[in-house]
């Protein structure tokens, strides 16, 4: 067995790995040749220093598919029109998702430069190890690590929560009586993770097959949505649709309403870092990794537009949509063009089956970056997290950790919803830090004039000033994901997002100065560029 690792890895590299048990080991390296990947895959992970021990099944169409459906662009903004409409109106929707797409450009464009050089599940953690400056990157590389961990484990929550949110607000269309509980929504949260750990379980191997139909009706779903609404509603005039910008949150200027409202189109298209996190699944991840970032980033795009000229031309009675007794302007709107609950519900069905096949994808990735992370001894209890049983090839046990998460968040609705929204609310700042974080930290490294290591997308000589504008954009997006939606503030309405950001981050810290710098290994330790 031994000799068969060492064939795996780079000999110079051996006594870097973690310290894993014989088990371990023996079970890690229990995967088919057809699942190796190409060459170059074979070679990328000899120079990470990393055994090949998940199915590399994903090719270009069905990774697009997982990563544009995760984001669902289309369908976030229309379950989170309520706060778009309370900050920023119409205008301000248009115009926030215009300066979201304009930034995201230079975003992605950074980071499918670097998962090109480094394309490994670890992501970000890992980025920030290799292109940091020594003296601070095991640190850097450990705080990356967990907020990544903990983010996207609320992500698996908080999308199941909505879906399960539009679901009662369905009920309450249909039936105006109904009194919706919550231990009803934590019920069909649990449900909904439920649903999406069993088919990663069961049904992983199927799992690229079934993104392509999930692709479909991402796109077709969203023309089945807005066909109806565009024919039958009546409109705004262009100036009341992409020029008013309101002020509905109670904040001292229309400017700083419309930088918080911003945040809807913002979350609609944060995220595609999700692809990264399958890497080590992707067939010819190098160069399948940066394109279906790219073009996943621009599908989106393309059907974000799509659904926000269709909302701003069509929501002329907006103080009706905000008083819907549903909770959602998008259900209200539907209903009133439509004057059908069926119609309402068949078209809010389409909206909450594809958030579901989200959550699919958001436990996928969830489970890989815990299982990265566990790989480098970045978490309590690695060891049994990074275990990886022979025959399945799934991270098992970290799927199984998701589970035992999204239910026990979930079960926190019980008592108080205020604190489940402040775990969840965790996700778009831990994400929007990693960004921050990695992208810095390569300027960094192009600023300090040394050498980046090869990549098959790259930048070039754009590559500093794409950095540079990704900052610029990233910076104040992270500071205005902490403000509340509406003044004045109480316990109701504050935005504990960064009370989570603060906890997570002290608690790693001093997890990181009590032992984990002894038992942390940060990747750049491991991996070997003289390959």
């Given at each position: 067995m031994a000799e068969k690792i060492a064939h795996t890895l780079h000999p110079d590299k051996l006594d870097n790995l973690p310290e894993w048990s014989a088990v371990e080991v023996t079970e890690a390296i229990v995967?088919?040749?057809?699942?190796?990947?190409?060459?170059?895959?074979?070679?990328?992970?000899?120079?990470?220093?990393?055994?090949?021990?998940?199915?590399?099944?994903?090719?270009?169409?069905?990774?697009?598919?997982?990563?544009?459906?995760?984001?669902?662009?289309?369908?976030?903004?229309?379950?989170?029109?309520?706060?778009?409409?309370?900050?920023?109106?119409?205008?301000?929707?248009?115009?926030?998702?215009?300066?979201?797409?304009?930034?995201?450009?230079?975003?992605?464009?950074?980071?499918?430069?670097?998962?090109?050089?480094?394309?490994?599940?670890?992501?970000?953690?890992?980025?920030?190890?290799?292109?940091?400056?020594?003296?601070?990157?095991?640190?850097?590389?450990?705080?990356?690590?967990?907020?990544?961990?903990?983010?996207?484990?609320?992500?698996?929550?908080?999308?199941?929560?909505?879906?399960?949110?539009?679901?009662?607000?369905?009920?309450?269309?249909?039936?105006?009586?109904?009194?919706?509980?919550?231990?009803?929504?934590?019920?069909?949260?649990?449900?909904?993770?439920?649903?999406?750990?069993?088919?990663?379980?069961?049904?992983?191997?199927?799992?690229?097959?079934?993104?392509?139909?999930?692709?479909?009706?991402?796109?077709?779903?969203?023309?089945?949505?807005?066909?109806?609404?565009l024919v039958m509603a009546p409109k705004n005039d262009a100036r009341t649709a992409l020029l008013t910008v309101t002020n509905s949150g109670g904040w001292?200027?229309?400017?700083?309403?419309?930088?918080?409202?911003?945040?809807?189109?913002?979350?609609?298209?944060?995220?595609?870092?999700?692809?990264?996190?399958?890497?080590?699944?992707?067939?010819?991840?190098?160069?399948?990794?940066?394109?279906?970032?790219?073009?996943?980033?621009?599908?989106n795009a393309v059907l974000g537009y799509l659904c926000v000229f269709t909302l701003c031309f069509t929501m002329t009675d907006i103080p009706r949509l905000l008083e819907s007794p549903t909770g959602f302007p998008f259900l209200q709107l539907f209903y009133d063009v439509t004057g059908s609950n069926a119609g309402t519900a068949v078209m809010a069905a389409i909206v909450i089956i594809t958030l579901v096949m989200a959550v699919v994808s958001e436990v996928a990735t969830a489970s890989r970056q815990i299982w990265a992370f566990a790989r480098d001894d970045g978490l309590p209890f690695s060891k049994f997290l990074r275990r990886v049983r022979p025959g399945w090839n799934i991270p098992l046990n970290a799927l199984w950790v998701s589970l035992a998460f999204g239910v026990f968040i979930a079960l926190i609705n019980l008592g108080s919803s205020v604190a489940?929204?402040?775990?969840?609310?965790?996700?778009?700042?831990?994400?929007?830090?990693?960004?921050?974080?990695?992208?810095g930290c390569?300027?960094?490294?192009?600023?300090?004039?040394?050498?980046?290591?090869?990549?098959?997308?790259?930048?070039?000589?754009?590559?500093?000033?794409?950095?540079?504008?990704?900052?610029?954009?990233?910076v104040p997006f992270f500071i205005f994901c902490f403000f509340p939606t509406a003044r004045p503030v109480d316990r109701e309405t504050m935005n504990w997002n960064i009370a989570m950001f603060g906890g997570i981050t002290i608690f790693a810290t001093v997890w990181y100065v009590l032992g984990g710098k002894e038992i942390y290994r940060p990747p750049v330790l491991i991996q070997n560029r003289d390959l």
């Open positions: 995967v088919e040749d057809k699942y190796q990947g190409n060459t170059v895959d074979r070679m990328e992970m000899r120079m990470l220093g990393r055994i090949q021990v998940l199915r590399r099944n994903f090719s270009f169409v069905p990774m697009l598919g997982f990563s544009t459906v995760l984001i669902c662009t289309w369908e976030l903004l229309f379950a989170n029109l309520l706060f778009a409409l309370t900050d920023g109106g119409t205008g301000g929707l248009f115009w926030g998702f215009t300066v979201t797409i304009f930034a995201c450009i230079f975003i992605y464009l950074s980071l499918a430069e670097m998962a090109s050089m480094t394309p490994t599940a670890g992501g970000q953690y890992h980025w920030v190890s290799e292109f940091s400056p020594r003296w601070c990157q095991k640190y850097l590389s450990y705080i990356t690590g967990w907020l990544l961990a903990i983010g996207w484990q609320g992500a698996i929550v908080g999308l199941s929560f909505v879906a399960g949110t539009i679901v009662q607000g369905l009920i309450t269309l249909n039936n105006p009586s109904y009194e919706p509980q919550q231990w009803h929504g934590t019920l069909l949260v649990i449900a909904a993770v439920a649903i999406a750990i069993g088919i990663n379980v069961f049904l992983s191997k199927t799992l690229p097959i079934a993104e392509i139909p999930i692709l479909i009706l991402h796109v077709l779903g969203l023309f089945a949505i807005i066909i109806p609404l001292h200027t229309t400017g700083t309403s419309f930088m918080i409202g911003l945040l809807t189109a913002l979350g609609s298209m944060m995220g595609f870092d999700c692809a990264v996190h399958m890497s080590e699944e992707i067939k010819n991840a190098s160069v399948t990794l940066p394109k279906a970032i790219l073009w996943g980033a621009g599908l489940l929204n402040a775990i969840v609310s965790l996700t778009i700042s831990a994400i929007l830090s990693s960004y921050i974080l990695s992208i390569i300027l960094s490294k192009r600023l300090r004039g040394e050498p980046l290591p090869p990549s098959r997308f790259s930048l070039g000589k754009w590559g500093m000033a794409t950095n540079v504008i990704a900052i610029v954009f990233l």
